[in-house]
């Protein structure tokens, strides 16, 4: 039977890449990189700031640090999707503007595989991309005192995703180990186009596009560690494989006369252009009276070591530049308190969730550092009781998060997360009497 429910899990899972959609932004910054990246947090851990690297609990699936998933007992099939709705603002020079996106967000899935062995797959984000705004300023002015205007339309759709497949293996009572392998896929096309308000002027007009297919592999190890009898530390860490992703980076150059309907066009190409970076985590859990868990989380991604394709207006060429990216930083911490676990009243089974983040940009714009992001997230893990299952969970999550830099626009965004984690006892062994 297990047999038959891992062969019937892996091709569900697999059809996802062809349905699933990346969550939706219409954020001006990304165009930058490779998109907004995702922090590939789920339901149970969203509301914790995205905290995961020493999360340990065999009722979700902790993808971040595939060594979580030992932790899965042998009885337990868990299934968890997730939605967001998110709505933002931006303002610039006095100038406000509201936005809403929402769609599907990520779908994992875990089990016990092998004594001391768990298995995990699913779908989840990895950036995303989407925008379009328009930009008019002065050039100058004719003889009969008309103004000349230049106009930069900007716009972009995209974006990537990653499906994987892990396993956590429990080598001794205090050290487990784990790895993800994944496939990487996604594309993106953004687009500028310039023109000027003159009678029979030139639009030229410049399409930047690539598509990835490739792949991921990061590695994660716990340890866990009793205090005493009350207190339980969880230490974790984390490391992703950087590599070349194998994706051409097209430029195509489209110069038309608005008067003549005259128009050129060249193509320009940059092998192996993208590339992913050396990815490092640490991060520590302590959970007291199995009741509050209280967890802190580093990230490192080296993206300073990694070049970008750029444009080069002067010359027009299109070649690999360093400096484009840099290292990013990001530090979390999160809470998640359960007032009484074995209790019987509802709002003692409830779990009670918060967490803040900060994360340094990992891309320049021009010669100065993109926008920092700092989050502030709360929410609910709410227990689904049934008369066969009592640890399915509707895990819901609201998070604030504000991206700004000097001089730059101010994004604030509001994002609604709504999780469903389905824990059911799918190994258990029927005896009749």
Known sequence: MKKRIIVSLLASMALLPSVAQVSTTLSPYSQYGLGVLSDQSVGFNRAMGGVAYGLR????????????????????????????????????????????????????????????????????????????????????????????????????????????????????????????????????????????????????????????????????????????????????????????????????????????????????????????PYTFGLGAALLHKASLTAAVDYTLQKWGSEDYPVFNNTNGSYTLQGGYYKDRHKVAAGVDWQPKPLGRKFYQLVHYRMGVSYATPYYKIGTQDGPGEMAVSAGFGIPIYNSWNNRSMLNISAQWVRNTGCDLIKENMFRINIGLTFNERWFAKWKVD
């Open 57 to 276: 609990n065999g009722k979700y699936v902790n993808m971040q640090n595939p060594a979580s998933y030992s932790a899965v007992d042998s009885l337990t099939m868990i299934f968890d999707a997730g939605v967001t709705g998110q709505m933002s603002n931006y303002k610039e020079g006095g100038k406000s503007l509201n936005t809403k996106t929402g769609n599907f967000d990520y779908a994992v899935a875990a089990f016990r595989l092998f004594p001391r062995v768990g298995l995990a797959l699913g779908v989840v984000p990895y950036s995303n991309i989407g925008y379009a705004y328009t930009h008019t300023n002065a050039i100058g002015s004719s003889e009969a005192g008309s103004t000349t205007t230049a106009t930069q339309t900007y716009s972009g759709d995209g974006g990537f995703s990653q499906f994987f497949v892990g396993a956590g293996w429990r080598v001794t009572k205090n050290l487990s180990l784990g790895v993800n392998v994944s496939y990487f896929w996604g594309k993106y096309t953004k687009t500028i186009q310039m023109s000027t308000n003159e009678t029979g002027a030139n639009v030229e007009t410049r399409s930047y596009s690539t598509s990835v297919s490739n792949y991921k592999l990061d590695f994660g190890a716990q340890w866990q560690q009793p205090l005493n009898d009350k207190d339980l530390l969880t230490i974790g860490a984390t490391v992703g494989l950087g590599h070349k992703l194998g994706a051409d980076a097209d430029l195509q150059i489209l110069n038309s006369n608005t008067s003549n309907s005259s128009s050129t066009s060249s193509t320009i190409t940059v092998g192996d252009a993208h590339s992913i």
